[in-house]
């Protein structure tokens, strides 16, 4: 009994096992139709995206695009080379003179500008035959006998040129070094008469010069502004430059009195071409002056014994 009952099992499992497999194939045929549908529907998702009807169609587009593509390169290439042309003008302003002009005007526009090429071509053929006779005559002068002669007296000349430029160097160093030791010495070796006329001039124009000075060998004055800048007594005004030799009378007048000699200052109408302020700050200058010696001023206009009355006393006028 035990022995016959071991067939019958294995055969009752062959034959779940029979009916199973077609139940798996079927699944496995459903799985692959869907997995083609999905595909297929994939595959139409850039055909609608592109509003393609089939794959020609989409192609057609692609080519299109490609097109569109190289257009747009061409369109900034040829945008760029119009800007260049431009240079800083703007576009706008370029399109309005385009269009403002007329066909006749651009015709003239061309014609002017064709003559003007080829006068740049008449002039550019010309200097490629002057460039070739030039170098035709280099060759010509490098094989003649006499380029070794020539050459020769080039490199002497430059010798001499070099010994001149040696020569140049020390004397325009010799002429700055005098230069500078000349206005050292101005500036610090005045007479004692111009430092004391540098004082009163200060004084009598307000500041507005500084110095008055002698150069070194040379007779004449000079006068320095607050800016330094040095002036001849021609280029001041007629007021000023009557300041500048009052102020050095009364320096020559402080010499003597130094050296023993305090003589009486005698000043004749030296204001008449002063104005208010100039003729304030001269008697404000007179007064001092009169405290260490006599002082005679003369005059015949009122102005001025006006101004010399705000200075000095009423007793001290004589009317002649």
């Known amino acids: 009994m035990a022995g016959g009952a071991r067939p019958t099992a294995r055969a009752g499992a062959a034959a779940r096992a029979g009916g199973a497999a077609p139940g798996r194939a079927a699944a496995a045929g459903g799985a692959g139709r869907a997995a ?7 595959a139409q998702e850039p055909l609608r995206d592109a509003g393609a009807d089939g794959e020609e169609t989409l192609r057609r587009l692609h080519r299109q695009v490609l097109r569109r593509r190289e257009l747009q390169a061409e369109l900034r290439q040829e ?12 576009l706008d302003e ?32 010309a200097c490629r035959e ?6 035709i005559e280099i060759e ?27 020569r140049w160097a020390v004397l325009s160093l010799g002429s700055t070094l005098f230069a500078r030791t000349k206005r050292l010495y101005e500036h610090d070796k005045q007479p004692s008469v111009m430092q004391r006329a540098s004082y009163y001039f200060e004084r009598m124009t307000a500041g507005r010069f500084t110095r008055i000075l002698a150069p070194l060998g040379e007779q004449k004055v000079l006068a320095e502004r607050r800016s330094g800048q040095i002036v001849e007594p021609a280029q001041l005004s007629r007021g000023t430059a009557e300041q500048m030799y009052l102020c050095i009378r009364l320096a020559l007048a402080d010499e003597y009195a130094a050296a023993g000699m305090n003589m009486p200052l005698v ?10 302020e100039r ?6 200058l007179m007064e001092a002056a009169s405290e260490s010696r006599q002082l005679l001023l003369f005059t015949c206009h009122k102005h001025v014994e006006e101004a010399f009355l705000r200075r000095f006393p009423q007793d001290a006028v004589v009317r002649l």
């Open 267 to 276: 000043i004749d109408d030296a204001f008449v071409n002063f104005d208010d």
């Open 79 to 90: 945008a760029l080379a119009v800007q260049a042309w431009a240079g800083e003008t703007p």
């Open 130 to 135: 002057k460039r070739a006779r030039t170098r």
């Open 279 to 284: 003729l304030a700050l001269g008697m404000a």
């Open 94 to 125: 370029v399109d309005a003179a385009f269009h403002g002009a007329g066909e006749q005007e651009w015709d003239e526009r061309v014609q002017t500008l064709e003559g003007e090429a080829e006068a740049v071509r008449e002039r550019l053929e």
């Open 36 to 42: 083609r549908e999905l595909a297929e529907a994939r």
């Open 140 to 166: 010509r002068l490098e094989e003649g006998g006499d380029h070794a002669e020539k050459l020769q007296r080039v490199e002497e000349r430059r010798a001499e040129v070099r010994a001149l430029m040696k």
